[in-house]
C-alpha cells in the first residue's frame, strides 16, 4: 500500500517535472532560436542550427565593424548603431536621475507634511496619469518647437528636449516612494530635528541614506522604461544620429525584414541584454514592489 | 495658439506660486512638494488640457492651419490684370546693390528696398554677376510687395523667375474681414462652423481649425460608418484586455501554485526561466515575435513545416493575428502574475493548511477553498490594474500586427486586431485620408474615460478588501 502511494506520488512529481520542462521550453525557444539566428550567415534565411552555418557577420555589422560578405564586398554597417545604444542608454540615465531628483522630494512631502489639498491632489496626479499619452504626442512636439526656439539643446530632436518631456512622466513614481516612506518610522529624523537641522538637512543627511537600496530600484525601473519607449522619441527625434536604440532598431523592420532578421536578431540581444541583465540584479525588490501595486505589467 | 495660451497662463502662475512658496511662506511641505507640481503642470497637464480642446475641433488634414493664416493666404492670392503686358527681366548683382533691367530700362535698388523706380540708365556699373533663376525665385519670394514703377506702364511685380507683371489681389476686402472676388464679383462666404472660405459653395483656400463642439463626439456616437468602426474597435479592445488578464493570470497562477509545492534547487531554476520574458524590453520581444511568426520566412512555421504543415497566415489573417498577439502576450505577460502571486503564496501562513490537513482536506480542496480564493482576493486590485495596462497595450498590438490585417470595408483605415489607443494612433499619424487629430483626441478622452472608470472601481474594491 505505502509503496503504491509512493509510486503514485513519483509519478504525479514526473509528470509535473515534465510539464514545467515542456512550458520552459516554449519559454526558451524563441530566445535560442534568436541568438542561433544572429549567429547564423547574413541572408541565409531557413538556417536552423548547422554547424556550417556559423558567422559572426550581423555581428560585426552591428557593432560597426567591417567584413566580407558572400559576393567578396567588404561591408561596413552605415547605421551609426552603437551610437543609438548610447543615445539610449544616456537619455535613460539622466532621466532617471531627474525623476528620482523631483519625485523623492514630493514623495517625502506627501509622506511627512500634513497639508491642504494633499489627499486631492494624490488623487489627481493619480487619475491624469491614466490620460492616454497619444494625443499629448502632438502637444509634446508643439511644445518643444515653441521652447526650441528659446532654448535649442531643448528643442525638437534633442535628447535635452525628450529628457524634459519625460519628467512629465515624475508623478507616477512619487506614489511608489511614498509608499516606502511610509514604512520609515517618523522618530529618525525628529531627533535630527531636535539637534537643530533643517528639514531639508534631515531629509538629505538621514532619510535619503536610509533608502538607497529603494532609490536604486525605482531608478532602475524608469531607467528600463525609458531605455523601452520608442513613441516618444519616434515622433521627437528625427536625425539618425540623434535617435536611441528602439527608434533606430525600426529601420530594420520597416526595410526588408526578411534579409536583416539576422542582423536585426544581434541588434535585439545587444539592446536586450544589459536590461535583462539589470532586471535580474534586482529581481527581488521589484517582487516586493510589485505586490504593493504593480510596476509594470 | 491654445498652447502659448495654455503655457503663458500655467508659467505665469507657476512662477508667481514659486515666489510666494519660496519667499514668503516658506512651509516645508510645499517646498518639497513644487517642483514635481511643475513638471507635472507643463507636461502633463497642458499636454492634457491640449487634448482635450483638440476633441473639440476640427484640427485634421484640410483644416491645419489658424484662421489668421488663411486669410493671409487669401489675401495674397495675386491675379495679373486684364489685358495687361508682362515684361522680362533680369537682376545683375553687385556687392551692395542690385540692377534691375527691363528692356532698355533700368534701376538701382539696395536689399531692404521696397520699391523702385525704372529709368534710363545708360552707364551700367561693371562687375555685376546676373541672378540665376534659382536664387531668382528665392529673391522674389521674399518680396511679395516689391512695386516695380514702370514710367509708362505704372505699377509692376514680380511674377515669375521672368516675368514682371501688374497683379492685383484676387479677393478684395469687403467690409469688415470679408472679400470680393474680383473676377466674378461675388462675395466669399465664410462658413465659420466648417472654418472654410467659400465661393459659390466651393472650398477657397485650405480650411483652418475652429472650434466645433460636441460634433467629433456625435459623429463617434452617430454617424454609422464612423460608429461602426469605434464599436467594433471597442469591443475587440474589451476581448482582448479580458482575455489577455485571463490567460496571463491562469497560467501565472497554476505555475506559482506548482512551483509554490516543489523543493530544493529546482524551484529556483524555474522560476528564473519563467521571469526571463519579463526581462526583455517588451519592445524587443514583440518585434522578435513579429519576425519569427513570419509566414515566408519565419521561424514557426519553419519549425511547421518539419510535420509538414501548409504555413499558417500568423499575422495576415483574422483569427490567426488575434490568436497571435494573445498568446505573444501570454508568453510575455505570465511572469509578471508568476511573480506576483508567488509573492502573496509566500505570505499566506502555513498553519491554515496545518489545519485543514487536520480535517482531512485532499491537496485540491485546499487549493479550492483556501489558497484560490486568497489568492484572487490579494490579487484583484493587481487584475483590474492589469485590465486597465492592456487596455492601452499599444505595443502589443501595433508593433506585432501593426493592426492588421485591414478590415477592406471600413470607412477608416481600421485593422480587425486593432485596439482602441491603436486606432487613435492611426487617425492621429497614420491615416491615408489624412490625419484626424480632432477625432484621435476624441477617442482618447473616451479611453481616459473607461481608464478612469476602471481605477475608481479599483480603488473601491481595495478598500472594500481591506476592510474585510
Known sequence: MSSYLYKKKNLKKLLIHLLLIAIAVVVLVPIFSVISVSFSKAGSLKSGFKADDFSLDNWKYILGIPYTNALGEIVTSPYPIMKWLFNSLKVSFLSAILMLTFSTTAAYSLSRFKFKGKEASLMFLMVMQMFPNMMAMIAFYFMLDFIGQGVPSFGIDTHGGLILIYLGGTPFNIWLMKGYFDTLPKSIEESARMDGCTHFQAFTKIVLPLCTPMLAVIGLLTFISTFSDFILPSILLKSQDQMTFAVGIQIFISESFASRWGQFAAASILGALPISLLFFSIHRYIVDGLAHGGVKG | ??????????????????????????????????????????????????????????????????????????????????????????????????????????????????????????????????????????????????????????????????????????????????????????????????????????????????????????????????????????????????????????????????????????????????????????????????????????????????????????????????????????????????????????????????ASSLEGATSFQNFRYLTFPLVLRAMIPLLIGSFAFNLNNFVGIYLLTGGGPVIADASTPIGETDILISYTYRLAFEGSQGQNFGMAATVSMLIFVIVVGITILNFKVSKKLSKT
Not at chain 2, 472679400?179 to 466651393?202: P, R, Y
Not at chain 2, 511568426?293 to 518539419?306: I, P, R, T
Not at chain 2, 497566415?313 to 493575428?321: F, S
Open chain 2, 1 to 354: 495658439m491654445w498652447l502659448s495660451y495654455a503655457l503663458g497662463i500655467s508659467g505665469f502662475f507657476l512662477i508667481a506660486i514659486a515666489i510666494y512658496i519660496y519667499a514668503i511662506s516658506k512651509k516645508d511641505a510645499y517646498r518639497f512638494f513644487y517642483p514635481a507640481v511643475v513638471l507635472f503642470v507643463l507636461f502633463s497637464l497642458v499636454p492634457i488640457s491640449y487634448s482635450i480642446y483638440v476633441s473639440f475641433t476640427n484640427f485634421k488634414t484640410g483644416h491645419l492651419l489658424e484662421r489668421q493664416e488663411v486669410v493671409d493666404l487669401i489675401t495674397n492670392e495675386k491675379i495679373i490684370e486684364k489685358d495687361s503686358l508682362l515684361l522680362n527681366y533680369q537682376i545683375i548683382k553687385y556687392p551692395n546693390s542690385y540692377l534691375l533691367i527691363v528692356d532698355n530700362l533700368s534701376g538701382l535698388f539696395n536689399g531692404q528696398d521696397q520699391s523702385i523706380q525704372l529709368g534710363s540708365t545708360t552707364i551700367l556699373p561693371p562687375n555685376g554677376i546676373p541672378l540665376a533663376n534659382s536664387e531668382l525665385l528665392a529673391f522674389i519670394e521674399a518680396r511679395p510687395e516689391f512695386v516695380i514703377h514702370h514710367p509708362a506702364l505704372g505699377q509692376y511685380f514680380f511674377y515669375r523667375s521672368d516675368l514682371l507683371a501688374k497683379t492685383v489681389p484676387r479677393y478684395r476686402p469687403h467690409g469688415q474681414e470679408g472679400f470680393i472676388d474680383s473676377l466674378t464679383g461675388e462675395k466669399l462666404v465664410e462658413d465659420v462652423k466648417e472654418g472654410q472660405f467659400k465661393l459659390a459653395g466651393e472650398a477657397v483656400g485650405p480650411g483652418y481649425f475652429t472650434f466645433v463642439g460636441l460634433q467629433n463626439y456625435k459623429e463617434l456616437f452617430l454617424d454609422p460608418a464612423t460608429k461602426f468602426v469605434f464599436f467594433k474597435t471597442f469591443s475587440w479592445t474589451i476581448i482582448w484586455a479580458t482575455a489577455s488578464v485571463f490567460l496571463t493570470f491562469s497560467l501565472g497562477a497554476f505555475l506559482a501554485v506548482l512551483l509554490n509545492d516543489l523543493e530544493g534547487k529546482s524551484k529556483f531554476i524555474y522560476r528564473m526561466i519563467f521571469i526571463v520574458p519579463y526581462s526583455i524590453p517588451f519592445f524587443i520581444s514583440v518585434l522578435l515575435f513579429k519576425g519569427m511568426l513570419n509566414k515566408d520566412f519565419g521561424e514557426v512555421n519553419n519549425f511547421l513545416s518539419f510535420f509538414s504543415v501548409s504555413p499558417v497566415p500568423w499575422l495576415e489573417q483574422k483569427m490567426w493575428a488575434r490568436v497571435s498577439v494573445l498568446m505573444v502576450n501570454l508568453w510575455l505577460g505570465f511572469p509578471y502574475m508568476l511573480l506576483v502571486i508567488t509573492g502573496i503564496l509566500q505570505s499566506i501562513p502555513k498553519s491554515i493548511y496545518e
